[in-house]
């Protein structure tokens, strides 16, 4: 079975700080996705990025990036120059990329908030 | 191009009665998911459509929920009748199919049971 685990329950950076939000995982898939979330206290849940198991680079995308170190099966996201708008809960999720129904298993959840 | 939408925002029901939550994925895309959050809980998967078969409901809680995907575009799920822990948020999200993997979610159904 797949499980995400995320164990900061939450995190304060100051504005313009880079941040790093853990995520580890446990599965015996060979081939997975990684992916992580934010929802805003708006409610909707905001992709951000992705990183498939078979990537040999560490996905980015924008002010986002991925550290993933597959051996220790941590999938940790990282902020750079945190922005105010970046306060929300983020959620990091996988998916079993084999075949069959792709269903997203999530960790908890984590709160970012971001000082002035 | 139009994101996932749900309808509606917000429910308030009782125990007993019904209710229909509504999905409309981003166009063109065959993969649906329905998941739930619970209260203070993981955001859980309840089941996924390939166009209008359900290709995996192992996540659905019991008989009390029905999915369809009536000419495999928009998505309902009922709940009938609503019990107190059926409360939490209804997320759905649609993927375009094999050659991507990204799910885009939907802002979610609030559903309170009273």
């Known amino acids: 079975a797949q499980k995400i685990t995320q164990t900061q329950p939450g995190m304060f950076v100051q504005e313009k700080e880079a941040v790093t939000l853990d995520c580890t995982y446990d599965?015996?898939?060979?081939?997975?996705?990684l992916f992580w979330y934010k929802q805003p206290s708006s409610g909707e849940m905001i992709f951000l990025i992705y990183?498939?198991?078979?990537?040999?680079q560490n996905a980015t995308e924008g002010r986002y990036s991925l550290n993933f170190q597959k051996a220790r099966k941590s999938a940790n996201l990282v902020i750079s120059a945190s922005q105010l708008g970046d306060s929300a809960m983020y959620f990091c999720?996988?998916?079993?990329?084999?075949?069959?129904?792709?269903?997203?298993?999530f960790g908890k959840g984590m709160k970012l908030t971001v000082n002035p | 191009e139009a994101g996932v939408t749900q309808f509606p925002s917000h429910s308030v029901i009782e125990k007993g009665q019904t209710v229909t939550l509504r999905c409309d994925p981003i166009s063109g895309h065959d993969n649906l998911y329905w998941y739930r959050r619970v209260m203070g809980k993981e955001i859980k998967f309840l089941l996924h459509f390939v166009k209008e078969s359900k290709q995996d409901e192992s996540g659905m809680p019991n008989n009390r929920f029905l999915a369809e995907r009536t000419g495999g575009t928009y998505s309902t799920l009922k709940v009938q009748p609503a019990e107190l822990e059926d409360s939490g948020v209804y997320f759905c999200?649609?993927?375009?199919?094999?050659?991507?993997?990204?799910?885009?979610f939907g802002p979610g159904t609030r559903l309170t049971v009273l």
């Open positions: 599965t015996s898939d060979p081939s997975y996705g």
């Open positions: 999720a996988m998916g079993n990329l084999q075949g069959g129904s792709e269903k997203l298993v």
């Open positions: 999200a649609s993927r375009a199919g094999p050659s991507t993997d990204t799910q885009y």
């Open positions: 990183q498939g198991s078979y990537d040999q």
